[in-house]
Structures are given as structure tokens and as C-alpha cells.
């Protein structure tokens, strides 16, 4: 019973590996297979359907706050002779 066990195991492996590889074909290589894998019904929710976006907000008033400081800070170590 060992052995029919130990037989088992890797062909389950290898028939998921390929299935999986199946359905993560591109779609332009899948052009050979039967019509329920190149258009697979699998619903990808928002993480796994690709793409993301990432909006910044940057306040004109805080850039400008900021860019004086820095302004001033340089024009003290120039006249200090700091680097």
C-alpha cells in the first residue's frame, strides 16, 4: 500500500502543475485549446486582477514653506563657510 501511495502523490503533483499551467497561459498561446481554458470563468478580485494606483497630494503651500527653509538653511551654511 506504500508504494501505490508513494506513485500517487507525484502524479497528483505534476496533473496540478500542469492544469495550473494551463490556465496561466497567455491568451495567444492558448489558441489550440478547447474554448473553457482560454476563456476561463475565474473571477480575479481587485489584488489580483493587476494594476494599482497610488495618487499623491502635495500641498503648493507646504512645498513652498518648505522650499524657503531649505533656501535659508543653505544661504546660513554658505555665509557660516559649512558644508
Wanted: proline fraction near 5%.
Amino acid at each position: 500500500m506504500a508504494h501505490k501511495h508513494s506513485v500517487a502523490r507525484p502524479a497528483i503533483v505534476v496533473i496540478v502543475a500542469a492544469a495550473l499551467l494551463l490556465v496561466a497561459l497567455p491568451d495567444n498561446a492558448k489558441q489550440w485549446a478547447p474554448e473553457f481554458l482560454r476563456k476561463p470563468s475565474i473571477h480575479l478580485g481587485l489584488d489580483l486582477a493587476g494594476g494599482t494606483q497610488l495618487d499623491f497630494r502635495i500641498s503648493e503651500q507646504e512645498l513652498e514653506q518648505q522650499k524657503a527653509a531649505i533656501l535659508l538653511e543653505i544661504d546660513t551654511l554658505e555665509r557660516t563657510g559649512e558644508n
